[in-house]
């Protein structure tokens, strides 16, 4: 699709410039492949980079930009997003959402709680959105939340980027004529993550559990794991049908064929990470045997590249 072009092109000028620094071959895999800087890349990056609005089923679109997709569900009762990019795309996110309609935002959904996609919260609960979330994304928000994946420590969120209304497991919402079924996954991409299902229109956003055509960043510091994030693969091919309209926390709209894929490029590394693993090899003599070289060239353009997907996965197995 062009919007995959121009979302992956935004994506690249702020992720492939910040690289992934490769330290010391002495330092512990978490280190080794920590993207260090790339949260003050993509603040600086996604100030000017585009955000596009791509069409779904009957009132709902999705704004690809250099974070998280944005669902937006418009109608009677205001506009209903799913996510809320990083603070920095303000500018941009507010005039995708004006060329929709003039339809006030009244509803914001966090499908976890990682910067680029609550960043934000609190200038969208100013436009006069409440918000929920998932109780371990308030729980994150609330205080100071170290991710070592990303060298960087996020202080607590301003009051009113904290959900206010937040729920365990399943939570049901109606807006706009739509019923959206929210679901909570076992810890997966973090402990937060939870998909936005709106049942009539049968368009689901998975939030970080699915990534289209990209290798996933794993957040072992909040609860990630890659034996989750398979086990949310496999809950999300169990939700679509072959006509589900997906919408990846990263990366282009897809559907059941795309689920599929990502499901078995998962598994399919970490069953051959594993086996040099238990072999003896180290991380680096895992990453020189390139087990994921048939999907690098295309899945390694995003926020991970092979090597920092691999230390993710060696990590974890």
């Known amino acids: 699709m062009s919007t995959r072009v ?27 492949f920590a993207q260090k800087g790339l949260v003050e890349i993509a603040l600086k990056e996604s100030a000017t980079a585009k955000v596009t609005v791509q069409e779904l089923r009957r009132n709902i679109s999705v704004l690809l930009g250099p974070g998280g997709n944005i669902a937006v569900l418009t109608g009677q009762d205001g506009k209903l997003l799913v996510d809320a990019e990083v603070v920095s795309a303000r500018p941009n996110v507010t005039a995708a959402l004006a ?14 709680w990682h910067f680029d996609h609550t960043g934000g919260n609190d200038w969208l609960h100013q436009a006069g959105a409440s918000i929920l979330a998932h109780e371990n994304t308030r729980k994150r928000l609330s205080v100071a939340t170290r991710v070592e994946g990303w060298v960087y420590t996020f202080p607590a969120a301003p009051a009113g980027a904290i959900p206010t209304a937040v729920f365990q497991d399943e939570h049901t919402v109606h807006f706009n004529g739509s019923t959206l079924a929210l679901k909570h996954y076992a810890p997966a991409h973090t402990d937060s993550d939870i998909s936005v299902h709106f049942t009539e229109a049968d368009v689901l956003h998975t939030g970080d559990t699915f990534w289209n055509r990209e290798y996933p960043f794993i957040d072992y510091s909040t ?4 034996d989750g994030q398979i086990r ?10 072959a006509t589900t309209v997906v919408i990846p926390g990263h990366g282009a709209v897809g559907g059941k064929s795309d689920l599929t894929l990502f499901r078995d490029v998962l598994i399919e590394a970490r069953e051959k990470v594993a086996r040099l693993k238990k072999q003896g090899r180290t991380v680096e003599e895992v990453i020189s045997a390139k087990p994921t070289a048939p999907y690098d060239a295309e899945w390694g353009q995003g926020f991970q590249s092979p090597k920092s997907f691999l230390g993710w996965v060696y990590q974890g197995v």
């Open 99 to 112: 060329s929709i309609n003039a339809d006030p935002i009244k509803q914001l959904i966090n499908t976890h």
């Open 6 to 32: 121009a979302n992956e092109v935004s994506r690249r000028q702020f992720l492939i410039s910040s690289g992934v620094a490769v330290a010391a071959a002495c330092l512990t895999p978490p280190r080794l």
């Open 232 to 241: 949310a693969a496999e809950a999300n091919l169990a939700k679509a049908s």
């Open 223 to 226: 609860g990630g794991s890659i």
